[in-house]
Every structure is written in C-alpha cells, then in structure tokens.
C-alpha cells in the first residue's frame, strides 16, 4: 500500500502520510508543522497533494477570535484501501494492454539508439531510424513479455490478497 502511495505522491508526502497514520485522531496543519519542525507552507503544499489523491480528508473551521479558518486533517480510513486498490486495477489493465501489443505486434529497434518502432512505423520509414538513419533490427519481444507477464501475475496476486482481507474484515 505503502509503495502505491509513495508512487503517487513522492517520498516527502509520504512521510507525512505516514506520520498522520500514527495520528489517532484529527489534527491541524499548524500543529503538524510544530510537531515535524516544517514550514507550514509545506506541510500544507503536502496536504493538498495528499487530498488531491484522497488519501487524506479535512475539516474546516473558523476561529471565533481570529476570524481564520482552521483546517483539521486525517487519514482517509475508510477511502484509503478502495484507492490504492483502484489504482493497481487501473496499472494491471495498462500492463495487460501493453502485453497484448507485444504478444500480437511486431517490432523493430534501432541499435544505435535504442528506439522502437511498430512494423507499420518501420515499414513507412524504410526501416531506417528516424534519428540518426540507421537501419533497424527486428525486436525479439520475449524478454518484455515476460516481464510484463510477471508484473500482471504479482499485482493480481496483491489486488486478490486485499480483496480477500476486505472480505474476511465484513464477516
């Protein structure tokens, strides 16, 4: 989950995410900033980002005195989960697009630099490189469709695993 979390929002928003996890109940950005000894600005720049992905959500008040509002955030608890599962349902779906490509299409590279080029593209281009006019080899895609074959295997195999707590949390 952790992983997921840290791809969509970076090392530093994770530590915070992290951090409020820890927390037992809501706090203000304020106090995060004093606790973490960090600008306020960035802990709030964070907090956004956080909510931006719904990771975290916030209550907002107005200071009686101050007239300011202040806002309280915590986990989103109970989105978290069906968040982070929904994004590895959007990847797994990519990979398994991006696997029926190679499996069904044929390739060429250009050797010089590294670049691929679908049989569509290499025919048009004569089979020289766009870049620097080499001419291109024929792409052995095995290599990538392994690849692509054990990253589909492992995040259905995370996407089961958290179907199957969730399930046993509701009985």
Same mark, same amino acid.
């Given at each position: 989950m952790l992983n997921l979390a840290k791809e969509l929002v970076?090392? =530093?928003a994770l530590g915070l995410l992290k951090y409020l996890i820890g927390k037992k109940s809501e706090i203000t950005d304020e106090e995060i900033a004093k606790e973490l000894n960090t600008k306020p600005n960035e802990v709030r720049k964070y907090l956004y980002l956080l909510s931006d992905h719904g990771l975290v959500t916030y209550r907002k008040t107005k200071d009686k005195d101050s007239n300011l509002y202040i806002y309280y955030w915590k986990v989103n608890v109970n989105q978290i989960n069906e968040i982070l599962l929904s994004r590895k349902r959007l990847i *797994? =779906?990519?990979l +398994? /697009? +991006?696997y029926e490509q190679e499996k069904d299409g *044929?390739? $060429?590279f250009c050797p010089q630099d590294n670049i #691929? $080029?679908?049989f569509d593209d290499a025919i048009e281009n004569e089979f020289k490189c766009l870049k620097c006019g080499t001419s291109l080899s024929q792409y052995d895609s095995e290599k990538a +469709?392994?690849?692509l074959e054990q #990253?589909? #295997?492992q995040i259905e195999e995370e996407? /089961? #695993?958290e179907i199957r707590r969730e399930s046993s949390k509701s009985y």
């Open positions: 970076g090392d =530093e *797994l =779906e990519k +398994r /697009n +991006r *044929l390739f $060429y #691929k $080029y679908s +469709r392994s690849f #990253k589909i #295997k996407i /089961n #695993k």
